[in-house]
Structures are given as structure tokens and as C-alpha cells.
């Protein structure tokens, strides 16, 4: 019998490049992830099928609507998501969303969207500054009206400048703000905006967050208060001055995926709870089994009898 020679026995046995057969070999199939959710007040399913493709690179969505009782497939769409570009691609209206992500140099950034259909879009410009917490950036529609919408952020806030097309009045110059900084031991906020100016205190230790709103010229003020009584427990309310509604929210978690939520809204006099499988605030690859579920009681305050219970299910399944 003759042995086989290895190319460790024979330094002349040619070797093996793994590499170069790596890339002549076929690609391996795309990782296909499917998404279902169903909400029972709209009585409607919603689907997203999506994949990654070469390596990662970019990403294919498909997504459509459907009744539960095997009616027609309602507001299918597709996108494919990249780096630098991406496609939005409306099936009954037959439109299309682009937009464009360009670096023009380390700190210079250009971005673009149209609308095909509407025959309109955005251009902006971000440059950062010296420091990554000063930029400018400039955008405006297309086609273009006017000047450019400025916009100044710096480490204390940010400063807009827009001009407004208004009939009868020649064209303006808008101001929109925000200044922040500390306080006693909070974060003081002005924020100013269509000839309103907001201001905010936010105070928040590991118990206790306080937050009143002031807003002028109307003089409307109002508050958020939240007490934490343990790491699962806690208890948020919501005052107008101005209205007195009044809105209250105890939250209890067990563990990562359970938690439940009860509150009162004054300004609807609806009462409501709610009981969360699954991170509320997360997605449901994270979720035991990959699902998250969400029950919730509402009875309204007028006419108890007429309560509603309603559910929502999200499930994934990776192929």
C-alpha cells in the first residue's frame, strides 16, 4: 500500500491556500428573519421579513399589513438599507423614498433624501467643528425656497436660524434655542421656539426626580414628580396648573421580561393596566422565546361596564 504524503512530511508537497478556496466557494445563504405582530384594537396583522446581505453590508426589508380573517395584504413595502444609501419602495402608491449618506471629508458629512413621487426632498451639510461638541449644519428642501436652515450646536444648547415664507409679510427671519446648564444640583433648560419659550428644571437623585415646565407668555405651569421605592417599584405623576388634569403611573418589574404598569388620566377619566411579557422598551430577539406579549385593561371612569381588554403579541422566528 502507498502512504500519502502530508505536506508537514514533504516541505515540496504543494499547500493548501484555505483562503482563496474560501472565496471561490459558494457564498452561504443570508440569515432570513421573520417578524409577526398582531394588535387586537386594530384587529391587524403586520409582517416584516428581512435579511442581511454580503456580510452584513446592507440589509432587505419586506413588510405588509393583513386582517385576521384572511383579508387582502394592505401597505406592502420594501427597503433596502446600506451605509450610504437606502431605498424606501411603496407598492400601492407606487413611490419611492431615497436617501444618501456621503463623508466629504473627516468632519464634513453630506446627506440627501427625495421623494419621488412628491418631486421633493432635503440636502444637508454637518460639519463638526474643532471640538466634536460644536457643529454647523446647514439644510435646506428641494427645490430650494430661500435661505438655508442654519443650525449651531454647541455644549450648553443649540441656535437656528430659518427664514419663514408668510403672505402679506415680507420674509422673516426665524430664531429657534435651546440653553442648558446646572443648577442646585439640577439641569436648567430654555428652550424657545415659535415665539414660545419653555423653561425646565429637572432635579433627579436615585429616589427622586422632579421636573416643572414653565411656559410664557401664557403662563402655563406644570409639573412631573417620580418616587422610587426600591429597584422594581416606582410611582411617576403629572400635574397641570393651568388645566388641572392629573395623570399617575405606578410601575412594579419582576425581573428583566415582567413588568406591570397601572395609572389614571384625569383629562380622559380612564383608568388602565397593563402587564408587559418581554422588555417593554426593547425587540423581541431579546424576549423569552423571542416574544413579547402585552396585556392591558382599560375602564373608562364614566361607565365601568364598559371596559376593554386588549393584547398585543410580537414573535420573531430566525431561519
Known sequence: MVEMESAAENPNYPAVDYKRLSILSFPRRPALRVTSEFDSESAVFFHKISCKLLDSLAKFKFSFNHSGKGGDISEPQFSFVSKHLSLHYDLEDHNALVKTSIDLAPSLQLTASHDLKAQQGEVTVLANLAD????????????????????????????????????????????????????????????????????????????????????????????????????????????????????????????????????????????????????????????????????????????????????????????
Open 132 to 319: 466634536p461638541a460644536y457643529s454647523l449644519q446647514l439644510s435646506t428642501p428641494l427645490p430650494s425656497v430661500g435661505l438655508p436652515k442654519a443650525t449651531f450646536r454647541f455644549p450648553l444648547g443649540e441656535l437656528s436660524l430659518q427664514e419663514k415664507q408668510e403672505e402679506e409679510v415680507n420674509n422673516l427671519l426665524s430664531v429657534d434655542g435651546v440653553l442648558k446648564g446646572q443648577l442646585f444640583n439640577g439641569l436648567c433648560s430654555a428652550h424657545y421656539k415659535d415665539e414660545e419659550l419653555k423653561l425646565r428644571y429637572g432635579y433627579k437623585d436615585d429616589e427622586i426626580s422632579f421636573l416643572p415646565i414653565l411656559s410664557l407668555p401664557s403662563n402655563a405651569l406644570s409639573f412631573a414628580f417620580k418616587r422610587r421605592f426600591g429597584p422594581s417599584d416606582k410611582l411617576s405623576y403629572w400635574y397641570n396648573c393651568d388645566s388641572n388634569y392629573w395623570s399617575a403611573v405606578y410601575k412594579r418589574t419582576y425581573g428583566k421580561d415582567f413588568k406591570f404598569k397601572a395609572g389614571y388620566d384625569s383629562e380622559i377619566r380612564l383608568g388602565w393596566a397593563s402587564l408587559w411579557v418581554g422588555d417593554e422598551g426593547g425587540k423581541a430577539k431579546t424576549a423569552p422565546m423571542q416574544m413579547k406579549v402585552q396585556f392591558m385593561l382599560q375602564v373608562p371612569q364614566d361607565d365601568i361596564k364598559f371596559f376593554a381588554l386588549m393584547f398585543r403579541i410580537k414573535k420573531r422566528w430566525d431561519f
